[in-house]
């Protein structure tokens, strides 16, 4: 499949009283995003956070404890997402899931599903101050990409697209699409994602995809505030914008913003384009190291 129309996620943080709502509010999330022929569907990072709302003020207002009781609905949250995926014949990047390893410590895991059921998974891989030093979640250890109908997909889950080597490992690898879910509660950490991601789509020549949460939640201990607007970001060059932002959400509202992505323009760009950002990486590992006079 060499283009895709893809859907992502400017996703408002709700509260429930009921599991039911959540169904309810998700499937018309999907169902909106497959009427409008998305095949590729982006959620944010720590979406899911919304769901310790169902778990009472004691607990949602508790970094731990949150941790720990949303692990009783994390097989009925992967169950629905697979349901959606086969109902609507779409392939759902998941909102990131705080997931419990067997030593007991969390990680922050991005699930992308497809009509089969899970596809595969990208934990993230460097933590921010707020997740090291206040809610304790731990580093994965493993760059991946994962194996779909439409190519290789790279994950960078928020912090983690602000780091090159990890984005250009992952495209060296194959992949020429980069989901980027995000969090962020100012505009400067908005930014330096959007910057991140963007640097990642003109380094590596590659299509970009960020999703972030939105809007507040003052309920809430983990996500109480978010900022953010959906993009795809693409490579600077022939063909593409010349600001390499394909399409972008509104500033007030949440929503859907929707793409066609057109993978052999990767291709074409890396080969004929005004530069050859992603050809010319390695030259930089010829160059001296800097000397002083």
Known sequence: MSKVTAAVAQYDVGFFSHWSEFETKLTQWVQQAASHGA????FPEYGSMELASLFGKDVYSCLSKQLHEMQTIYADYE????????????????????VIQVDGSFRNRANLFG????????????????????WLIQPGTEIK???????????????DVEFPLIAY???KAGADVILAPSCTDTNAGFH???IGCQARALENQCFVLQSPTFGNAEWSEAVDVNTGRASIYT?????????????????DTAQWVYAELDLTEIAKVRQEGQVFNYRD???????QAPTTN
Request: hydrophobic share 40%.
């Open 39 to 42: 095949k590729l569907l982006v």
């Open 79 to 98: 169950a629905l997402y697979t349901q959606l995926a086969k109902q609507f014949d779409v392939m759902i990047l998941a909102s990131t899931f705080p």
């Open 115 to 134: 009509v089969d059921g899970l596809i595969g998974y990208q934990d993230k891989l460097i933590m921010t101050r707020f997740e090291n030093e206040q």
């Open 145 to 159: 990409v994962i194996d779909t109908d439409i190519g290789r997909i790279a994950i960078n889950i928020c912090y």
């Open 169 to 171: 490992q992952q495209v």
């Open 192 to 194: 330096r994602v959007r």
């Open 235 to 251: 490579p600077v060059d022939y063909g593409f914008p010349d600001n390499g932002i394909l399409t972008q959400g509104c500033h």
């Open 281 to 287: 990486w390695p030259l930089q590992n010829t160059l």
